[in-house]
């Protein structure tokens, strides 16, 4: 399968990326004269180097939008290919040929159906990951039962990377759609249905008013957290099965803990998770790292370098 990949920055970048590794052909195109944002935006580097994690699976081609070889050479391509994932400015597609009318009349025939992308449908809106985040209240799991004046966003950005799956789907799906079709499909692809439909699983709105407003995933039971060592390090622990409990309390001698308070709540586990910390404050990251070698009780050690 030939996918055309004209989008940037990263929910587009990140689905043909997948369906890259996939085994799919994907071949990226940009305007050499404007490339894609993330090489632009020198004030992280960081971009740079997910830029190229993103692009190194795909063939990149570097054009001139504003030429009208490089264009013809375009639409020769799109001409053999299965789909088309599009996510450039309104201005960008009419440079290229590419609006939804045009795509209608030149390809008719040609079996490539056209995946478009864009940020909520029947809106103009801009937004970016963490505005998202907000207006689909998974950011309030994030703050919930915190007390910082300042709080940093999460590392991840979460709603690009649900987007992408989303769009890797949709992709797929249209290909299977346009199969005996004359008129080539344009789907859009929202990137608020992915986010409804990730909190719709995740965050459900029956749980969003829950007191305490802590859970699993996120700090409330002491057998699933993270605690510092001696040394700066840290020991993520995920024991929620009572085997893995059992064997963690063994090892880190606190045999004192009962069965149940892995997942005690209130009072109780707040003091479960100061005793837990005593004892991993004891040790250094390296020294923890000895005593869970070779220990299959979903632990982890990150040490402080």
């Known amino acids: 399968m030939k996918i055309i990949d004209l989008t940037w920055r990263l929910p587009g970048p990140l689905a043909t990326s997948l369906l890259a590794k996939q085994g799919m052909e994907v071949i990226k195109y940009e305007d050499l004269n404007h490339r894609d944002p993330f090489l632009k935006w020198s004030w992280d580097p960081a971009f740079i180097e997910v830029y190229h994690a993103l692009q190194n699976p795909k063939e990149l081609r570097l054009i001139d939008f504003g030429n009208a070889d490089d264009v013809s050479a375009l639409h020769d391509e799109i001409q053999s290919a299965d789909a088309v994932a599009l996510s450039f400015p309104s201005r960008v597609e009419e ?5 939804e009318s045009l795509i209608a009349q030149r390809y008719h025939g040609a079996n490539v159906c056209f995946t478009r992308l864009g940020f909520r449908q029947n809106s103009t809106a801009s937004a ?15 703050i919930l039962d915190r007390s910082d004046d300042i709080i940093a966003p999460p ?20 290909v299977l759609e346009q199969r005996d079709k004359e008129a080539p499909i344009q789907n859009w692809c929202w990137l608020q249905d992915a986010v409804d439909n990730a909190q719709e699983a995740y965050y459900p709105s029956s749980i969003q008013e829950r007191t305490p407003g802590t859970f699993l995933h996120n700090g409330r039971f002491p057998c699933y957290n993270i605690y510092r060592t001696l040394d700066g390090g840290h020991l993520a622990m995920a024991c929620v099965e009572l085997k893995f409990w059992s064997r963690f309390r063994e ?24 005793i837990i910390l005593r004892a991993i404050k004891s040790r250094t990251a390296d020294e923890w790292g000895d005593v869970f070698d070779e220990e299959d009780v979903c632990v982890d050690v990150i040490t402080s370098s």
């Open 95 to 99: 440079k290229l040929g590419l609006t």
């Open 128 to 142: 970016h990951d963490l505005n998202t985040l907000v207006q689909s209240n998974l950011l309030k799991m994030h």
């Open 155 to 174: 590392f991840l950005p979460v709603t690009g990377m649900f987007f992408s799956h989303h769009i890797a789907i949709t992709v797929l799906k249209t």
């Open 251 to 274: 090892l880190t001698g606190l045999t004192e803990l009962g069965d149940d308070d892995g997942l005690c709540d209130g009072d109780r586990a707040v003091e479960v998770k100061e």
